[in-house]
Nanobody, 115 residues
């Protein structure tokens, strides 16, 4: 069973920064596409950013220029650096991994942006 564990969430004022991490026990992590999604209560899950096994990155329009996704396959970890945070970035953030037919989600971690 693939396990993904997020860390690094919390509360920050508008304009501030937070960094999320997602560590995996998956031995195929370096072959997987990994991504971040976010979801507010009552809303659909929204794509945030993805990084492929070839280190190609893609971002959702709301976070372009403010968030940076990266990965370190030596330690099976993915990161999301979030800068210039806005109140509308407040959400539960989920780590996601996919390789061939295997898909896994983390348990989610709260990010709150408020003055």
């Amino acid at each position: 069973q693939v396990e993904l564990v997020e860390s690094g969430g919390g509360s920050v004022r508008p304009g501030g920064s937070l960094a999320l991490s997602c560590v995996s026990s998956w031995d195929a992590f370096n072959k997987a596409a990994v991504a971040w999604y976010r979801q507010a209560p009552g809303n659909q899950r929204e794509f945030v950013a993805e990084i492929t096994s070839g280190f190609i990155t893609t971002y959702g329009d709301p976070v372009k220029g403010r968030f940076t996704i990266s990965r370190d396959n030596r330690v099976n970890t993915m990161y999301l650096q979030m800068d210039n945070l806005r109140p509308e970035d407040t959400d539960l953030y989920y780590c996601y991994a996919q390789y061939l037919t295997q898909i896994a989600w983390g348990q989610g971690i709260q990010v709150t942006v408020s003055s």
